[in-house]
């Protein structure tokens, strides 16, 4: 199922990305002469040419993106015996500068023109629902580098310097990342914490992220057959204490079970606000066999909802975030800690729910559409940027740059590339054998 969310995500990705290529070409009458789902090395899976027209549709077997093959441009297929017979009218070599960049970005263009309009349609759909960190009473449980730089269990994360942090997500961890002090209500009382620099680096170095929200262990589902379902548990139970020892969140549930593995212990837990007591076996893994509420189920939740123009200008809003956090986060890749934390398909993969929910499927893809917007304008030959560069590299000195050089340029982007992939889909393979 993940899987087959990846594919149907990336397709229309790529799907969107070439054809702002192919409608910008178009535009300024050059030809294209492939337009491909997936690439096609030896053969394709599917290929059509309309009658009288100069372009070639189809989908390859190698689903590793897409492209266009403009006519008259150094690219990916490095067809040199075009480019050496002399330019035609209907080339990408002959058209201004200004076409020709604005041919190439056109990509970036649509990526960022998707998400917005996904964005918009989810809140429109679905709306904006989250949970306030004020809300979480309990607190946040946190890692080890967490902890090391002064947060605590229970800690209720205020502000990162004067910035209110108002949900828990990839913009706090960079605000507190990022901050100097950062306050937290602990034990009823403001506390000021003094941030050290290197927090991120370190999170990324022991991978066991920065922190999780504190839950009380309350039953949602027993599972057939299971210790807790014998013991006649059901949704709503609140557990609180475990041989007489208090548990107050479902962390400490867990430690006390696994202290007690295939033993009889005695559960105290609230039901409907009554005290109540059950004799129950633990399991050998040290679980009882139910599944716990969540936080959004727990805590209160806070909705915002938008009409139908209303979610566009707050679905900009939170496609620009995402590009800012996503370029925020991107300093990190060159870095040791960074560098060993890269993934590629297995990962991006893994980012989808297991099972299908078209919610998650299209914020998920709204955010791969804003990555490969980023990733694609990086000034690198072979992608997008790389041939922006050499562009306004043109318009600043007005004289195109030597041919032999732009080749020789984009078969070095391609080796780069080709290395990274194969780094990072290695990445996944070594965590698959050895986490």
């Known amino acids: 199922m993940k899987a087959l969310q990846l594919i149907l995500s990336l397709s229309i990705l790529v799907l969107v990305h070439e054809f702002g290529h192919f409608i910008f070409a178009r535009m300024f009458k050059i030809r294209v002469e492939k337009f491909y789902l997936f690439f096609d090395p030896w053969f394709a899976l599917f290929r059509y040419k309309p009658k009288n027209s100069h372009t070639e ?76 960190l004020r809300n979480v009473t309990q607190g946040m449980e946190f890692s080890n580098a967490a902890q090391q730089a002064g947060f605590r269990d229970g800690d209720i994360l205020l502000k990162a310097d004067d910035k209110v942090l108002e949900r828990f997500g990839v913009r706090t961890l960079l605000d507190v990342a990022d901050a100097d002090e950062v306050t937290v209500l602990r034990g009823g009382e403001e506390v000021v914490l003094t941030m050290q620099e290197g927090l991120m680096k370190r999170l990324l170095a022991d991978k066991e992220g920065f922190a999780a929200y504190r839950i009380p262990a309350m039953v949602q589902e027993t599972m057939k057959g299971s210790a807790a379902e014998r013991a006649g548990l059901t949704r709503g139970d609140s557990i609180v204490a475990v041989n007489g020892e208090a548990i107050l969140v479902f962390g400490d549930l867990r430690t006390h079970l696994d202290a007690h593995r295939g033993e009889e212990v005695q559960l105290d837990y609230y039901r409907s606000g009554v005290l109540q007591s059950t004799t129950v076996r633990v399991d050998s893994a040290g679980t009882l066999g139910f599944y716990a509420m969540g936080a959004a189920q727990v805590y209160p939740m806070v909705t915002l909802s938008y009409g139908f123009f209303e979610s566009f200008p707050a679905g900009i809003k939170m496609g620009v ?41 299209w914020l998920m893809t709204a955010f791969l559409s804003v990555i490969l917007a980023f990733m694609n304008i990086l000034p690198i030959p072979a992608l997008d940027g790389g041939h922006v560069l050499f562009l306004i590299y043109e318009v600043i000195v007005r004289r195109k740059p030597n041919e032999k050089l732009m ?24 965590r698959a054998i050895f986490n």
């Open 321 to 361: 975030q995402t590009l800012r956090d996503y370029v925020a986060q991107f300093k990190y890749v060159f870095t040791k800690e960074g560098a060993s934390s890269l993934g590629g398909f297995g990962a991006i993969g893994n980012l989808f729910p297991a099972q299908w929910n078209w919610q998650a499927f």
């Open 407 to 430: 080749e020789y340029a984009q078969v070095a982007g391609m080796i780069f590339l080709l290395g990274l992939v194969l780094y990072a889909n290695g990445m996944d393979i070594v």
């Open 57 to 132: 549709y189809g989908i390859g077997w190698l689903p590793l993106g897409g492209y266009v093959k403009i006519a008259g441009m150094i690219d990916e297929s490095m067809d040199k015996e075009q480019l050496a017979q002399p330019p035609e009218p209907w080339e990408f070599r002959s058209k201004p500068a200004w076409q020709r960049l604005l041919v190439m970005v056109a990509g970036v263009l649509f990526n960022l023109l998707l998400a917005f309009v996904i964005y918009a349609m989810v809140l429109f759909t679905w709306n904006d629902t989250y949970l306030p």
